[in-house]
């Protein structure tokens, strides 16, 4: 830890920092907490000071979670096992209850007191806070039979954000929290990938950076060789020829689609490193993929 330095290497550091502070200063980051960084106690107070530190040094971090694992505790409490088509969450209206139950309250507050602990005014949002997020039925294009769609329940796709709240916040030093459910024009709840959802919020708020924490080193080529600083072009080619597949879809995809809507560098890094988020955005070294907009 940083108490083992010597006095001149903490000024060194600090000094590394100063230009990436006045670069993105007042400029908003949109991090999507998960994985590790969400379950290891160490990992989790690493990333509420470094969120905290953002806010204080000038940033605006918006940060968008998950919570997968804890769902899924609360569903076997309940003795029902958590159900994927494709990598989505199958979710009836019983899982749907647990869903907000747990990321709009359990996971949602958790993080919020944390970030809270270490100085910071963060407030807790869902999508149905304000119509943040509107949201639709997601029918999932089925990958054995073309042509056909799944209904995999309550699970949305976005149709529109309406940045004012998190606007509001920002301008009174509140950090943004937020659970990715939606709310139907009936009023119905939609579970949200995480990933899309923190994509998505970049592009409306037109975020200079997209954070997305994940449990590996980055975007690894065939050789297993950690890649930064590559273009959409190339991301497209690596997905052609399959080196790109599972898990790291969703966040390939969000970080797609927000490089090519005006957000102007994304980052997938290593949320099982302490202090991740102000390694990449305050060094010269990094801790994941850059993935930029051109």
């Known amino acids: 830890m940083t108490e083992k330095l010597p006095p001149h290497l ?15 200063h007042d400029r908003t980051i949109v991090i999507k907490y998960g994985g590790n960084a969400m379950t290891d106690d160490n990992l989790k107070q690493c990333f509420a000071r470094d969120v905290v530190l953002l806010k204080l ?10 919570g997968g694992p804890q769902i899924d505790d609360q569903l076997r409490r309940l003795g029902k096992k958590g159900e994927f088509i494709q990598g989505m969450r199958v979710t009836d209206r019983e899982t749907m209850d647990v869903v907000e139950m747990v990321l709009g309250g359990q996971v949602n507050k958790e993080i919020v007191s944390l970030i809270n602990q270490h100085g910071g005014k963060a407030v807790g949002l869902t999508g149905k806070d304000g119509n943040l997020i509107r949201a639709r039925k997601l029918l999932m ?16 796709e976005i149709v529109s954000i309406d940045p004012s709240l998190i606007a509001l916040l920002d301008s009174g030093d509140f950090i943004p929290v937020i659970a990715p459910i ?39 080529d065939k050789d297993g060789k950690l890649l930064t600083g590559i273009t959409p072009k190339k991301i497209d080619a690596m997905l052609a020829d399959g080196t ?15 490089a090519r809507s005006g957000v102007k560098s994304v980052h997938i890094i290593d949320g099982r490193v302490e202090h991740a988020l102000l390694l990449e955005i305050l060094t010269d070294q990094g801790v994941g993929t850059l993935i930029k907009s051109k």
């Open 244 to 258: 790109l597949s599972g898990g790291m879809l969703p966040k390939i995809a969000s970080a797609l689609d927000a």
């Open 141 to 156: 294009a089925s990958k054995d039979t073309p042509g056909d769609l799944i209904d995999i329940g309550q699970v949305g």
């Open 10 to 24: 903490k000024a060194g550091v600090l000094a590394e920092a100063l230009p990436y502070i006045q670069r993105f």
């Open 57 to 66: 040094v000038g940033m605006n971090p918006v940060v968008v979670h998950g």
């Open 182 to 220: 939606g709310v139907g024009a009936g009023g119905e709840t939609y579970n949200i990938n995480a990933d899309v959802v923190a994509g998505k919020i970049a592009e409306i708020l037109k975020a200079e950076k997209l954070v997305l924490l994940t449990n590996t080193p980055g975007v690894l």
